[in-house]
């Protein structure tokens, strides 16, 4: 019997050795079709090469090393990373429909199943993602303006801060609460007051995610999610976290069919709903209550951690940049005024855009994008890939490319101005991605971002607690996202500047 115990041991342990090395052998084969990279190690691939606290920073190492497209390996799974403007350019942007797959991408797929927006392929995403951003940019949603309902949500913000009188404050939470409560209208219909518990809940749950995914557990679950599912750590947060956001769209969704007036559309939940009842005789369609639910969880998720990090980066460049700020005010003074400020105003304020897109640039808030997958076999340089590679947007290789700027780790509004001092824009700014992919919530981002900018500005002189040189701007995460360190400032009323 023991003898017994100890040959089945053996044959099994015989045959685990044998199935990895096929793996790798054919693995290996694969590698030589691939562009180079460090060599893949059995089970952890490449990971040897990362440092987990900050893999972005190990992805520039390699680029060093290996150019512009590189192969890293996840596991056994091969990915081709991207990196710089020109090799971004040649894949995303002049092969736009081949790059245009969504790879897998556990932390969100393993939980949505690709019954959203942005980790679909194919036809329902061509559908969910063009219906999205008719939506997003007003088709068709109620008579409030997305402008209009920043402006709102912008009043109510300042309303609060006034009160802080002068006081040291921690914008993060406040700017957090700004950006959640803009998109929040876009898909509930309504703002939420800052102190109601749902809200409170719903910007925890949101903030709480992706600091997981930022962090070395949300990549680990994204490179072994089969193994990872069974290992106690706070990766098991975030499907629970995506389920109490879940429960409280489906609740909004019940609310939504119990008044629903077809004629009057009040939100994204309504414009869904009315899609739905239009296409219910339709023998393949992709709206229904699970895609609805589920693209709403992805546009919450999509713009409130991106647009929030990006105000964040941005306050503290502006103290950390004293002669940036003056000039900032000084326009904003000059052209809005005492009165509210309006989009169309960015047109006749130069030196705020280009301010905006070097924070764009130089904060790089989702600094490896998210993965494509090619749709068909592609040739690119010297490579022919297979339908189905992955490839990873590697977007601080475009932000800090020294061919298109010059010394990129400064930060220089200068980026974006003519020798006149007009605004000059530059393609190698890729905060949102490019391609067929490109960020759906591109317009109300910048919208936000220059009427809150503007507004708070309007209102208040921010003043640090320490002296610029001590303003440290170093990310306390990296992964998903650049995720801005915690700071402080007072705000003074401009009046009393
Ligand atoms: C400063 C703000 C933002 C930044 C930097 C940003 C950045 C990005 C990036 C880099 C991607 C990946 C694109 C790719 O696959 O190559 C993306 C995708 C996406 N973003 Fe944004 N985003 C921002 C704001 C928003 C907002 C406001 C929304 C929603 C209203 C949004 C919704 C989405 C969605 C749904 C996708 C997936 C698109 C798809 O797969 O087709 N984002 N964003």
Redesign the pocket.
């Known amino acids: 019997m023991r003898m017994d115990f100890y040959s089945l041991s053996t044959v099994l342990l015989v045959i685990l050795i044998t199935c990895l090395l096929a793996k790798y052998t054919r693995m290996m084969l694969e590698k030589a079709k691939l562009p180079p990279g460090p060599t893949p190690l059995p089970i952890i691939g490449t990971l040897y090469k990362m440092k987990l606290s900050n893999v972005v920073r190990s992805l520039m190492e390699l680029h060093k090393t290996y150019g512009d497209i590189f192969t890293i390996y996840e596991g056994h799974r091969p990915c081709v990373v991207l990196c710089g403007y020109k090799a971004i350019k040649e894949t995303?942007i002049d092969k736009a429909e081949e790059f245009s797959g969504?790879g897998y991408y556990p932390v969100f797929y393993d939980f949505t199943k690709g019954d959203d927006?942005?980790?679909s392929n194919g036809e329902k995403?061509k559908e969910l993602?063009h219906f999205?951003q008719l939506t997003?940019t007003n088709f068709g949603m109620g008579k409030r303006s997305i402008e209009e309902r920043i402006k709102e949500e912008a009043e109510y913000l300042i309303d609060l801060l006034r009160k802080t009188n002068g006081s040291p404050i921690d914008p993060k939470h406040h700017l957090h609460g700004f950006v959640c409560n803009v998109?929040c209208s876009?898909i509930f219909g309504k703002r939420f007051d800052y102190q109601d518990e749902e809200f409170q809940n719903l910007v925890h749950w949101l903030q709480d995610s992706f600091r997981i995914m930022s962090n070395p557990w949300g990549l680990m679950y994204n490179v072994y999610p089969g193994f990872m599912k069974y290992i106690p750590g706070p990766h098991k947060q975030l499907m629970k976290n995506y389920t109490f956001i879940t429960d409280l769209i489906r609740k909004k969704m019940e609310n939504n069919i119990k008044s629903l007036d077809s004629n009057n559309p009040r939100d994204y939940i309504d414009c869904f709903l009315i899609k739905m009842k239009k296409e219910e005789k339709k023998s393949v369609t992709y709206y229904n209550h699970n895609t609805l639910v589920m693209s709403s969880l992805?546009?919450l998720f999509?713009?409130t951690e991106?647009?929030s990090n990006?105000l964040c980066y941005l306050f503290l460049l502006l103290m950390k940049h004293p002669n940036v700020a003056e000039k900032v005010y000084k326009e904003i003074d000059n052209v809005i005024g005492h009165r509210s400020p309006n989009y169309e105003d960015r047109h006749k304020m130069p030196y705020t855009e280009a301010f905006i897109h070097e924070v764009?640039r130089f904060a790089d808030?989702?600094p490896m994008?998210?993965p494509?997958e090619l749709t068909k076999d592609t040739q690119i340089r010297n490579y022919t890939f297979r339908k189905g590679t992955v490839f990873l947007?590697l977007?601080t290789g475009v932000h800090y490319d020294k061919t298109q700027f010059n010394n990129p780790k400064n930060f220089n509004p200068n980026n974006f101005l003519d020798e006149d001092g007009k605004f000059k824009k530059n393609n190698a700014v890729m905060?949102?991605?490019?391609?067929?992919?490109?960020?759906?919530?591109?317009s109300?981002?910048l919208m936000?971002?220059f009427l809150f900018t503007t507004t708070m500005l309007q209102n208040f002189t921010i003043k640090p607690l320490v002296s610029p040189e001590d303003i440290s701007i170093d990310p306390v995460g990296v992964g998903l996202a650049h995720i801005p360190p915690n700071y402080e400032f007072c705000l003074l009323p401009r009046s009393q500047k």
Do not use: N, Y
């Open positions: 995303l969504r927006l942005a980790f995403w993602r999205s997003l998109i876009v992805l546009l999509g713009a991106t647009v990006t764009q808030v989702a994008s998210l494509h947007p977007l905060a949102f991605s490019a391609g067929k992919r490109i960020c759906p919530g591109l109300l981002a936000e971002i």
